[in-house]
């Protein structure tokens, strides 16, 4: 008598077309009300004025009335405007440099809070401190220290024989100064590293002073390889955060962009679009370049951190 024996794509048809138990159809529906206020709030505050910007930004529209269609000449206008490639430039100008900078400043300051002295708590509380003050606290404070008269930093620049630092009111100054301004908030980007070094075992360390491995060595093949993940989230995480630099600027320049538009970053001219000009559709145009201009940094930087990213298993 002959067996007859299904084929593997039958029995996995006929899986398929097995109906699904109550047991797990309840399972799913509970399962979906647990997630449903994030995917509420994914949908209404991601999604939507996602696809909104993108349909705005092919129409004219000025709040006041309603949109009509405009096709492309929103970007038509903005690749031909020079105010729109002063921002970019200002943009990436702040990013070259000061997203670098605040890695490796970050990154140094983790190292030696990571050290085992005494009042460690207290050091580390001090340099994630100016992390917790408000931004509008910062900008002020700043600006009262940098006044070319009367603050501190110009009289003890003033000392030392530096007399011509004018700070925000030099187009030259202006943007190196905010970059250094900005370091301030480096705190955030220190602690994780310090939880990612606080993550590497001693005993790699003990090994490696047992092999004869200097200080240098043992930062250069194993603390850095190690911290590569860390540093490569620091990266991304800073790298979207100085494309979208806006509240310094915004707060040192009162939204003008300062002398000569030298402050005059992406984001603050997209705000003076918007919620100056009320002209959305060409805010609606640049809000969708940032995102193409950032999704295409971030695939190059994911590109590249094949080579120097290791993640240990």
């Known amino acids: 008598m002959a067996v007859r024996v299904a084929s593997p794509e039958l029995t996995f048809s006929a899986r398929r077309r097995r109906p699904v138990s109550r047991l797990r159809r309840r399972n799913l529906i509970k399962g979906l009300l647990f997630v449903s206020p994030w995917i509420i709030g994914l949908l209404a505050f991601n999604a939507y004025p996602l696809f909104s910007a993108f349909y705005y930004s092919l129409t004219n529209y000025t709040v006041l009335t309603p949109p009509t269609w405009a096709g492309v000449s929103n970007y038509t206008s903005l690749f031909s405007n020079p105010t729109f490639w002063l921002?970019?430039?200002?943009?990436?100008?702040?990013?070259?440099?000061?997203?670098?900078?605040?890695?490796?400043?970050?990154?140094?300051?983790?190292?030696?809070?990571?050290?085992?002295?005494?009042?460690?708590?207290?050091?580390?509380?001090?340099?994630?401190?100016?992390?917790?003050?408000?931004?509008?606290?910062?900008?002020?404070?700043?600006?009262?220290?940098?006044?070319?008269?009367?603050?501190?930093?110009t009289r003890i620049l003033g000392l030392i024989g530096i007399h011509n630092a004018t700070f925000f009111s030099s187009p030259g100054q202006a943007m190196p100064t905010l970059i250094g301004i900005s370091q301030w908030g480096i705190g955030g980007a220190v602690v994780i590293y310090l939880a990612g070094l606080q993550g590497i075992g001693g005993q790699l360390y003990d090994a490696a002073r047992i092999d004869g491995a200097s200080w240098w060595g043992q930062l250069r093949f194993i603390t850095i390889p190690l911290m590569s993940p860390v540093i490569f989230f620091n990266l991304i995480i800073g790298l979207i955060g100085a494309l979208q630099n806006f509240n310094l600027p915004y707060l040192f320049t009162n939204g003008t962009g300062g002398v000569l538009n030298s402050l005059l970053t992406y984001v603050l001219l997209l705000y003076q679009y918007a919620f100056q000009q009320f002209q959305m559709g060409l805010a609606s145009a640049m809000a969708v370049v940032l995102f193409a201009i950032t999704v295409l940094i971030a695939l190059l930087v994911f590109?590249?951190?094949?080579?120097?990213?290791?993640?240990?298993?």
């Open 303 to 313: 590109r590249s951190a094949r080579g120097w990213v290791f993640y240990s298993e």
């Open 87 to 153: 921002s970019l430039r200002n943009t990436f100008y702040y990013a070259v440099v000061a997203l670098p900078l605040g890695l490796f400043i970050s990154f140094g300051i983790a190292l030696l809070l990571n050290m085992n002295v005494r009042g460690l708590p207290i050091y580390r509380t001090i340099f994630y401190l100016p992390v917790v003050v408000p931004t509008v606290a910062v900008a002020e404070l700043w600006q009262w220290l940098l006044d070319p008269l009367t603050g501190v930093v």
